[in-house]
């Protein structure tokens, strides 16, 4: 059993939830591997497979420039392994039943190994012996305690098969991250509902907060098999209401600092026609107390002029006086 949860875990390092290819009995079927923007250059390929409960076991090794080499027990006669810059593909051109199994491609190099895991499910194949069932689940609260139930239905007509079942309880969270393993086992009530089948029903509990949304997986490991649950999607209230009202937060923060620019805005506006204003009144005054000036200097120049009686005794110096004072004034 560490064999296949050391299998899971190594299945669930790759971009996607449990990759099942299903091909019908005695047909071909491929799997592919993506390889780096620089291809294999100084790193090796290994295609590798392994059965429930088994180890892992060599199927070929590639390298750059060089055929594939084919592990003992695994000819090219029904195995085909190619690879291209950016790929490499390993086919099996006819199926049997024995093929059904997790198969993985390993890319290494001087400081890490890549590992990319797909299961191979075999249509048609006599030695099925069991399904899985999962539950749908409703809405919880935070804190609220929720049983998951994985239901396992084993036909006994297959007698190299005693039907006992490992499960497995993994998640794939509401963010896209890789799914882990959080739980092995469980509560199981088995019952027969004929001579020739059993009926297998395993719960998992927990009390769960806002970070366990996501959907919900079964795995159980029987008769040489991992059969996978459909899943189960575990939605927590709340959370979409918190993401909504984080938005509605957020939006009315915008809100209330466009209007204070606004506000601001008009202030400066308010003030600087203020200024404008008392800019114009000073200059207005200004240019009324010049022309308040110059028409006391007319007054002056006219009386001075007026209260001339004797203009013809003292003309030459009375002409002086008045230009004196018309200079004064900044008239000339």
Not at 203 to 218: E, L, N
Request: glycine share 6%.
């Amino acid at each position: 059993m560490i064999v296949l949860l050391a299998t899971l875990l190594l299945l669930h390092r790759g971009y996607s939830l449990v990759p099942v290819i299903t091909v019908q009995l005695d047909k071909p079927v491929t799997f592919t591997c993506f390889l780096p923007d620089e291809g294999l250059k100084s790193r090796q390929l290994f295609w590798y497979k392994q059965s429930a409960g088994d180890e892992l076991k060599l199927i070929a090794t590639l390298k750059k420039f060089s055929n594939p080499q084919y592990a003992p027990g695994f000819s090219n006669l029904r195995l085909e392994v190619k690879h291209s810059e950016h790929i490499s593909n390993l086919t099996i051109l006819r199926t049997i039943h024995e093929d059904e199994g997790m198969y993985h491609c390993a890319l290494v190099d001087w400081t890490n190994t890549t590992w990319t895991g797909m299961y191979l499910s075999v249509k048609g194949n006599s030695e099925r012996t069991s399904t899985v069932v999962q539950t749908v689940s409703d809405p919880v609260r935070p804190g609220d305690s929720v049983t998951l139930q994985c239901s396992v239905l084993s036909n006994f007509d297959n007698k190299t098969c005693p039907g006992d079942h490992s499960v497995y309880w993994f998640r794939a969270g509401s963010d896209k991250s890789h799914p882990d393993i959080i739980y092995t086992g469980g509560n199981n009530e088995c019952e027969r509902r004929s001579d020739a089948v059993k009926s297998c029903v395993y719960r998992f509990s927990k009390t769960v907060s806002s970070s366990d949304a996501g959907t919900y997986y079964c795995a159980v490991a029987t008769c040489g098999q991992i059969l996978f649950g459909d899943g189960t999607n575990l939605q927590i209230e709340g959370v979409n209401i918190f993401s909504q009202t984080t938005k509605a937060v957020y939006l009315l923060s915008a809100a209330l600092a466009l209007c204070v620019f606004v506000f601001i805005f008009l202030i400066c506006s308010i003030k600087c026609d203020c200024c404008s204003a008392a800019v114009a009144l000073q200059h207005n005054s200004g240019h009324r107390s010049q022309l308040d000036t110059l028409m006391y200097s007319a007054v002056i120049f006219t009386v001075r002029k007026t209260d001339s009686v004797a203009m013809k005794k003292g003309k030459a110096a009375e002409t002086e006086r008045i230009y004196a004072a018309v200079k004064a004034f900044g008239l000339n």
